[in-house]
């Protein structure tokens, strides 16, 4: 027998077994029969692609499972054969939303293994661009969070104001959802003139949209209804699963790579709160994101008054050979802890890179959360726990 | 409109974010104490900005369960598996009109050192110190298996899938080693060294054709500081 034939074996086994709790648990008298509910790969709740497969009791999930690749595109693969700047781009594209954060682990990560240090000025620059595309990310998951429950409003709020960040992005590196605008020891560009200003009038517009938003979703009644008291994932299965961000801080822990870590980047520099919920509810996900792009706000506002003048790169080689090592660099994005595992062999391009993507781990805690919930709770609870598709499969 | 926090208009917020229970969690200060408690577990070790670690590969699941149960590393950050064996294709630039290249593939480890070509490693956390460490094992070369950890930690599951489909090593005990991404009939283990980028055999990479000389650097080897 073929590993190939055995694993496929278990898979029917494990259906097999699924269908049979089911039906254990039907109602004799109405003689009910377990069903099988396939949700996606087009659904607006999986933002991309991803597939569930839930076995039902009547309105109740017995076993669920999410089933990933319909985008694996390999970029652990094409890193081998890439050089080090050329793989910028690459993890540009694995959490589309947020783009320029993505870059910033694996460019820090070089940096390490190469003992250069980007300049203070850049830093900062750094540390701005990647709090608004943190901003940007969130905000459209609050529109979004909306959409999945019928309320259509506040999903316009958020393609209006995300609208602003991504131009003030776009300004900045010149490119709207991919900017490859950091490099290896400092990045492409300075800031263009008039950016400053513009920056501090978009953050206060963002203020007044997340009051908005939490007006119109957060003190709604039905909002609370469908969110309070669903998909608790408690602390230590938090940690168990390794959920990052919001998820996890949303279960009490309190953590936050951007304050637990010492980084070459200016988050030390402004005053601003790491928020956590104890609850570990849908309701406490969303609650932390909304309070982070708050704060979000605050040290974009705090940083742009103290940008350092100086250099933008340091002195680094034109061509880039990192030394032979290891690294492991991790940084907190908008969706969780995404790091990069840099394997270096002197050569121009990394030996072996592993990227530890938040999705990937965020979404493993789906058959777990899912079981024993109502069909309508699927929606929500996916939302809440807030993944990205291209994040999932990389 | 005023800016309120939504814990003072509506209250929601039944208690202050808590932060006290994770204090009777037990510390770890420093890389002796993390090698005293594996013991004779462990096979070699290096410190540098990092702790990385290799144990024994029949300790790999003991060892585990020490460092979450006596150290307190309960965060599952992941799971992966490095293949040392460099690459017989090298960076898929071969001009294909001319006879490939032979290249040099002596297994070299990394970090903590290693005896086969494929090894697994995975990194750990301190919720509380924030304190993060990498272990390592190797694994067996014609059959390589490993024991499952998705009973000490559960988020262990799919990383292992990942790593089975994309390594080919099979972890004993796991539930349910199916595919993630790629279909149950593909032949093969992408990430290992010794598969091709098929991308990169099918059309050569546009770079090998042209290649221009930079601008005052000439040769590839002369990198000089700009």
Same mark, same amino acid.
């Given at each position: 027998?073929?590993?190939? *034939?055995?694993?496929?074996?278990?898979? @029917?086994?494990? =259906?097999?077994?699924?269908? @049979? =709790?089911? *039906?254990?648990?039907?109602?004799?008298?109405?003689?009910?029969?377990?069903?099988?509910?396939?949700?996606?790969? @087009?659904?607006?709740?999986?933002?991309?692609?991803?597939?569930?497969?839930?076995?039902? *009791?009547?309105? @109740? &999930? #017995?076993? =669920?499972?999410?089933?990933?690749?319909?985008?694996?595109?390999? !970029?652990? +693969?094409?890193?081998? &054969?890439?050089? !080090?700047?050329? #793989?910028?781009?690459? &993890?540009?594209?694995?959490?589309?939303?947020?783009?320029? =954060?993505?870059? #910033?682990?694996?460019? /820090?990560?070089?940096? +390490? /293994?190469?003992? &250069?240090?980007?300049?203070?000025?850049?830093?900062?620059?750094?540390?701005?661009?990647?709090?608004l595309s943190r901003i940007a990310n969130v905000s459209l998951f609050l529109g979004d969070l909306g959409v999945q429950m019928g309320a259509i409003t506040p999903v316009f709020f958020a393609f209006r104001d995300r609208e602003y960040v991504l131009n003030l992005i776009e300004g900045a590196t010149g490119g709207r959802f991919h900017p490859n605008f950091d490099r290896i020891g400092g990045l492409k560009d300075d800031l263009p003139k008039g950016w400053i200003a513009e920056t501090k009038a978009v953050m206060k517009k963002l203020r007044t949209f997340c009051d908005q938003i939490d007006d119109l979703l957060f003190g709604n009644e039905i909002f609370q209804a469908r969110m309070r008291g669903i998909g608790v994932i408690p602390r230590d299965v938090a940690l168990q699963y390794g959920l990052s961000g919001a998820n996890l801080r949303a279960s009490g822990v309190d953590w936050d790579l951007r304050r637990d870590q010492s980084l070459p980047m200016a988050w030390d520099k402004a005053d601003w709160k790491v928020w956590t919920h104890p609850d570990g509810d849908s309701f406490a996900r969303c609650w932390v994101r909304l309070q982070e792009t708050r704060e979000s706000t605050k040290i974009v506002d705090q940083l742009l008054d103290t940008i350092p003048s100086g250099p933008i790169m340091a002195k680094v080689p034109k061509i880039i050979k990192v030394p032979e090592g290891e690294a492991w660099v991790s940084t907190e994005n908008p969706l969780g802890e995404m790091g990069y595992y840099v394997v270096s062999r002197g050569e121009l391009g990394p030996f072996r890179v592993k990227i530890r993507s938040a999705s990937f781990n965020n979404m493993s805690v789906a058959p777990w959360a899912l079981r024993g919930v109502y069909v309508p709770d699927i929606v929500t609870i996916l939302a809440s726990l807030y993944f990205i598709l291209g994040d999932i499969d990389r | 409109m005023p800016v309120q926090p939504l814990n003072e208009k509506e209250n929601l917020l039944s208690s202050a974010p808590e932060q006290s229970a994770t204090s009777t969690q037990p510390r770890i200060t420093s890389a002796a104490e993390v090698i005293a408690a594996l013991g004779d577990r462990l096979v070699d070790s290096f410190h540098k900005d990092d702790l990385w670690l290799r144990v024994r590969t029949d300790a790999w699941k003991s060892s585990r369960r020490t460092l979450r149960d006596t150290l307190g590393f309960h965060y599952f950050c992941f799971l992966s598996a490095i293949d040392w064996m460099p690459s017989p294709f090298g960076r898929g630039e071969d001009d294909p009109t001319e006879p490939t290249p032979v290249r040099d593939t002596t297994i070299r480890s990394g970090y903590a050192g290693g005896d086969t070509r494929m090894q697994v490693f995975a990194r750990v956390m301190n919720p509380v110190t924030h304190v993060g460490v990498i272990v390592k094992v190797d694994v067996d070369d014609t059959h390589p298996s490993l024991e499952s950890l998705h009973d000490v930690y559960a988020g262990a599951n799919w990383h292992e899938r990942e790593t089975h489909e994309m390594f080919g090593i099979t972890f004993d005990g796991h539930p349910d080693l199916r595919n993630m991404y790629l279909p149950m009939d593909f032949e093969g283990h992408p990430l290992r060294k010794d598969f091709p980028l098929l991308a990169r055999m099918i059309k050569p990479w546009p770079g090998i054709v042209d290649v221009e000389p930079l601008p005052g650097g000439g040769a590839e080897e002369s990198a000089d500081e700009s």
């Open positions: 027998m073929s590993l190939t *034939d055995r694993l496929l074996g278990d898979r @029917q086994r494990l =259906a097999y077994i699924a269908s @049979q =709790a089911a *039906d254990s648990r039907l109602n004799v008298e109405l003689e009910t029969e377990g069903m099988t509910l396939n949700i996606g790969p @087009q659904h607006p709740a999986t933002h991309g692609t991803l597939r569930i497969i839930a076995r039902l *009791d009547g309105e @109740q &999930v #017995v076993w =669920a499972e999410p089933s990933c690749g319909y985008m694996h595109r390999g !970029y652990e +693969k094409l890193a081998e &054969v890439r050089t !080090y700047p050329q #793989v910028t781009s690459l &993890v540009n594209r694995i959490d589309w939303l947020g783009s320029f =954060a993505n870059e #910033v682990p694996f460019i /820090l990560a070089a940096e +390490k /293994l190469m003992g &250069v240090e980007a300049p203070a000025r850049s830093q900062h620059i750094r540390t701005i661009l990647f709090e | -």
